[in-house]
Antibody, heavy 123, light 113 residues
Framework: QVQLQQSGPGLVKPSQTLSLTCAISGDSVSNNTATWNWIRQSPSGGLEWLGRTYYRSEWNNNYAESVRSRITMSADTSKNEFSLHLNSVTPEDTAAYYC?????????????WGPGTRVTVSS | DIMMTQSPDSLAVSLGERATINCKSSQSVLFSSNNKNYIAWYQQKAGQPPKLLIYWTSARESGVPDRFSGSGSGTDFALTISSLQAEDVAVYYCQQYYRTPWTFGQGTKVEIK
């Protein structure tokens, strides 16, 4: 059974970098039949997929256009975890951030999800 | 991007009654080569992350009660709860995974009348 555990600060100052980590148990970040996703949920409840990282003989990343210029995702195989870095944050980046596992090929539903990290961008 | 629009935004249903949530995609999410519609449904209870209920439009995730069913094709989809239980109070989201960026409906809040 795959479980995801998130870590990272709940408060980030404007213009700084938001960094979150998702630790995986029950699977491998290098699994070439999985993708590792970040999604955020605004205070009003809307869900926005931010991007994914995955291994297919080499590491690949796909990012949402809305954050492409500010986002980096990476994986640490030694710790079996993956990370999100979002720079130059503004109050509009205030949200609950979730990591989630996706499937391979066409099986891109998201399951399971991490517990979420509520991040506030404020000075 | 494929836009997902759910209706209604909220609904109140009596215990034991049927609840139906609609989801419309801005373009078809039917992949002709495998005849599958790339739609998933999630349930989010207060203070919890979303939980996968249904994928491939109508396939129930393991452990999901059979009162939950999904249907539809092309651009129009629905999630039906055949007999609403108290534990079904939640916000429900549809998601397309036909093309990145994956996109979600705005959510439908289901309450007890």
């Amino acid at each position: 059974q795959v479980q995801l555990q998130q870590s990272g600060p709940g408060l980030v100052k404007p213009s700084q970098t938001l960094s979150l980590t998702c630790a995986i148990s029950g699977d491998s970040v290098s699994n070439n039949t999985a993708t590792w996703n970040w999604i955020r949920q605004s205070p009003s409840g809307g869900l926005e997929w931010l991007g994914r990282t995955y291994y297919r003989s080499e590491w690949n990343n796909n990012y949402a256009e809305s954050v492409r210029s500010r986002i980096t995702m990476s994986a640490d195989t030694s710790k079996n975890e993956f990370s999100l870095h979002l720079n130059s944050v503004t109050p509009e980046d205030t949200a609950a951030y979730y990591c989630a596992r996706g499937g391979s090929g066409y099986e891109n539903w998201l399951d399971p999800w991490g517990p979420g990290t509520r991040v506030t961008v404020s000075s | 991007d494929i836009m997902m629009t759910q209706s209604p935004d909220s609904l109140a249903v009596s215990l034991g009654e049927r609840a139906t949530i609609n989801c419309k995609s801005s373009q078809s999410v039917l992949f002709s080569s495998n005849n599958k519609n790339y739609i998933a449904w999630y349930q989010q209870k207060a203070g919890q992350p979303p939980k996968l209920l249904i994928y491939w439009t109508s396939a129930r995730e393991s452990g999901v009660p059979d009162r939950f069913s999904g249907s539809g094709s092309g651009t129009d989809f629905a999630l039906t709860i055949s007999s609403l239980q108290a534990e079904d109070v939640a916000v429900y989201y549809c998601q397309q995974y036909y093309r990145t960026p994956w996109t979600f409906g705005q959510g439908t809040k289901v309450e007890i009348k």
